[in-house]
């Protein structure tokens, strides 16, 4: 009953394609999953802001302006100015591109490495698979913030050691998902095909197994960027992350939440919105990404 649902579901796409226009497609799909609709305009809207900040903001996010320090929000600085006289809209503006360039680069890197490492396990099998999975324990073992710490205080503060403390621990979480899936796969007759046509292991993995993960692995990298852009503002907020001048949300409350939270609130409040709503959004985008791709959620 379930794979005849998810034929169905396919056969009503695959019309609805043909006959109406993308517009109306689009429209159709927004209607069915109004959230999801929400989510992906906020992540479009946000990363189209940041590609276009140049044009976007007249304003330089690192420039300093004593005469203008702490001016509450207004026609020339539409979101104030922090404790330098620097811009808030445009301080969040390239802001995004940090949270961007840090969230993609981390949840791609870690769930690439995952994805073969997850693939790879549940296809060997046996000890491989039983000691490759009691090292993931022990790494899954620490929550993701503990872990990015630990790998900050080895490499140190920087945008780049901030995206490997933030793809480390996606790594376990991203194998464990992708292998679950992987285990069923290899048991399927082409698999065993494959090995009898002898086809090496690198390519039944990544041609053959790889494909067949997709749809968990997508799922889990629209969680992770949403997570990942969460932990370089916790990280940035603690003094560990992105370092100034740089524009990051977590530094600029870092810089503004404290001292000034009664004298200059928008300091804390503007940023600590930003955060929340790419992280919102990025969770509704991947909560429809999940409902989109997953045969159990389609056929309901």
Request: aromatic content about 10%.
């Amino acid at each position: 009953m379930a794979v005849t649902s998810e034929v169905q579901v396919d056969a009503q796409f695959e019309t609805l394609a043909e006959n109406k226009p993308i517009v109306r497609v689009v429209l159709d799909l927004m209607r069915r999953k109004p959230l999801g609709a929400a989510g992906a305009i906020i992540v479009i809207v946000m990363i189209l802001t940041a590609a276009l900040a140049d044009f976007v903001t007249p304003y330089d996010p690192t420039a300093n302006s004593f005469a203008d320090m702490t001016k509450a929000p207004g026609w020339v600085h539409w979101l104030g100015t922090d404790q330098f006289g620097r811009d808030m809209l445009a301080r969040i503006i390239y802001g995004a591109r940090t949270a961007l360039f840090v969230g993609f680069t981390s949840a791609l890197v870690g769930g690439a490495v995952g994805l073969v490492l997850g693939v790879g396990s549940a296809y060997f099998g046996g000890r491989i698979d039983l000691m490759f999975q009691r090292v993931m324990d022990i790494f899954m073992a620490f929550p993701l913030i503990i872990m990015a710490l630990a790998v900050v205080s080895i490499f140190g503060t920087g945008a780049q050691n901030v995206i490997i403390a933030i793809t480390i621990p996606f790594i376990p979480r991203c194998a464990r998902v992708v292998r679950s899936s992987a285990l069923a796969i290899r048991e399927v007759p082409y698999i065993d095909a494959a090995r009898a046509n002898g086809f090496s292991h690198s390519r039944i993995i990544l041609r053959h197994m790889v494909p067949n993960v997709m749809a968990p692995f997508l799922i889990m990298i629209t969680a992770f960027v949403g997570q990942a852009i969460l932990l370089e503002a916790s990280l940035s907020y603690l003094g560990l992350g992105v370092q100034e001048p740089t524009p990051a949300w977590g530094l600029m409350l870092q810089g503004g939440a404290e001292e000034y939270a009664l004298t200059a609130p928008w300091m804390a409040i503007f940023p600590g919105l930003a955060i929340t709503l790419a992280v919102f959004g990025f969770n509704l985008f991947g909560d429809a990404v999940r409902d989109v791709l997953d045969p159990r959620m389609r056929s309901q």
